[in-house]
Each structure stands twice: as structure tokens, then as C-alpha cells.
């Protein structure tokens, strides 16, 4: 159990402040032009035990090889995302969970249970369908319209509140969706997390030692995730959980942090709350791909379809321009997408038709899709 001393150091002037809007329009327009520059940059190569060089030939720490791990017993993981009670959340929820319930039964798979972690404050209408556990939003006003905040505190609430029987936990969000059978890739009390290129604290060292002192080591001990996805020992998320709430209302009140950190500050919180706690993590390319920019799915694992993906005819990406065909999740705020969309014309990678497809199934086989 969490002591609620931990969740109650916010200092009441946020209520006050102005709402700052964060729109995913200006998310994805930020984002690329971060991977524009990326990959135009020395490129990085990250291997699946977390070990990573570029082009000056420095490496990203890598626990595995600073432990000799026997792995044993029930290595099972509760899959938790946080969801709201909106139509455009809801619509993502069915399909992420349809999926979890197919790839768990397949051999390979380490999927428990699952839940989805409701921060609406009040049960909906998919209670009966998706395992649900409802939590509280943020004090109004609080996120300012940054309702990503939400995330770190319901998971305080939900890891004191619920009974979770296994010992691991993935965080995973809406727009997940299960490619493959997912293994546990936590070791021990190592967890296990995807890198993301555009989390760099190395670059925002000024900003982060706010938060993350030079006397508790280098930067570079805050490693390059967000929350999700991660697969953590649930008696680990819950120390992290508190820090990771708290650090991230600092960073959203303090407008130097706002607005390096922007769409993503929710983000860096859970990676500094993790290094303050002296947890590094497994980093594994392999557990997610984000299309359109990720071109096949071979053995990795999740689908994180956050992008929208915009086509010609031709079959070439027209990323920024709404495209002759596109699939963007962001075309559905106000209802579910339709059942039997059109596929990508001849010349689209892999995995944009696999994403395609696996959408169409899940809409098919829903019942009520259309109602939602």
C-alpha cells in the first residue's frame, strides 16, 4: 500500500494557473520534425538486451550485464492502461482488448490479467465488457488541459486500491495494439521499456537536474522511456508511482519544463521518477513499433499506432498532408471508426496493412461496434 502522504505534496497555486492546450495536431507536427532530424542525424542502433551506440561509439547502460539473473516461478504480467470515458478512448480500449485476449493464448505469450484503469470517476457503459477499475481524475482544473497527467495518479490509486494477483504489471495505452505474443521482458527486479528517439535527457540536462540533482550521478542514469510500455515488478511501480505523479505536476508548473518537455512531459516525469529511485531499465526495441515510420512487424510485439499514415496512390508516405488514403486515429474523436475499412493501396508497408487489417477484424468481431 502507498502512504497517501506520498500523493499529497502539490502545491494548491496550480489550480490557479492558466490552462495551457496541447493538441495531438501539434504533437505530431513536433514529433516529426524530432524524427526528421533524428534520422537525418548519426544513426542509433539499439539491440534487444537494451544495449545501445552511436555514432561517437557511446553506449546506453545496459542492466542485464551488470546481473547474473536465473529466471524462475510464475513469470506472468498484469496488462493496465489508463483510459478516459470518451468515445475516441473507448473505441481504442475494445480493439487493444480484443487483441490481448487472442495473443494471450498463444504459445509464448506471459499475458495475466487485464485491466483498464478508468480515470473518469464514475463506471461506463463497457464495465461488462472490458475489466475495469475506476479511479478518480485530477482535482478540475489540475491538468490544465493536459490530461495525460491523469495517467500517474490513477495508477497511484489503482495500485492501492486493487488487488492485482500477479507480480509484474505491463502499462500500456489505448493504442496498443498486440502484434505478436508478448513474453515477459523484465528480469528480476529489472523492468523492462521501449526507447523512444525523441526522449533525450542528455539534451535537456539543464531542465532535468530541476528535478534530478548532480549528486544522485549523470543524467544519463535517466534513461531515454516514458511509462508505457513497461514491464515492471509491481512492488517496484508501486515506489515509483507517488515520485512519478509528483515530479510531473512539478514539470507541468514550472514553464521552462512545460515547454521543453511539451506533449511529452508525462513522459520524462516517469523516467526521472524512475532514477530517482535507483531503477534503470531493459531497453528493447523490439517491444513496439510505431507506423508509418516502422515498416514491418516481423517478431516485435506491440502495434503503437499514435501516427497517422498518409498515402497516395502510389503507395508513397505523404506524412503531414492528409494523404489520398489515410488511417488516422485522430479521424474518430466523436465515434468508432467504421467496420471493413479500405486497405492501403499496392506499395504500403507491411505493417500499415497489418494495422489495417487487425482493426477491420477487431471492429468484424465486436459485437455492438457500431453502437459505441
Known sequence: MIPRKNMGRVSPLLLILLALGFFFATYNLVTLIIHNRATTSSSVSISTSGSSSNGGGSEWFDPVKESNLVQSGDR???????????PYSKWQCRIMYYWYKKMKERDGSEMGGFTRVLHSGKPDNLMEEIPTFVVDPLPEGLDRGY?????????????????????????????HVFANPLPNLARGDLPAAFPFFYIKPAEHEGVIRKYYPE??????????????????????????APTWMNISL???????????????????????????????????????LQPPWDLEVGKKFIIHYTYGCDYNMKGELTYGKIGEWRFDK?????????????????????????LVKMVNEATANIPGWETE
Open 330 to 354: 485522430r479521424s474518430y474523436l466523436r465515434g468508432p471508426p467504421p467496420k471493413n475499412l479500405s486497405l492501403p493501396p499496392p506499395g504500403v508497408p507491411e505493417i500499415v496493412v497489418r
Open 215 to 240: 549528486d544522485l550521478g549523470p543524467v544519463t542514469n535517466v534513461d531515454p522511456i516514458g511509462n508505457s510500455p513497461v514491464i515492471i515488478k509491481k512492488s517496484i511501480l508501486e515506489k515509483i
Open 147 to 175: 490530461i495525460v497527467l491523469n495517467r500517474p495518479w490513477a495508477f497511484v490509486q489503482w495500485l492501492e486500491k486493487a488487488t492485482i494477483e500477479e507480480e509484474y504489471i505491463l502499462m500500456a495505452e489505448p493504442d
Open 250 to 288: 512539478r514539470m507541468k508548473d514550472d514553464p521552462e519544463t512545460d515547454k521543453a518537455f511539451g506533449w511529452v512531459l508525462e513522459m520524462y516525469g516517469y523516467a526521472v521518477a524512475s532514477a530517482l529511485h535507483g531503477v534503470r531499465h531493459i531497453l528493447r526495441k523490439d517491444f513496439m
Open 76 to 86: 506472468k504480467f498484469h496488462v493496465a492502461l489508463t483510459a478516459t470515458d470518451a
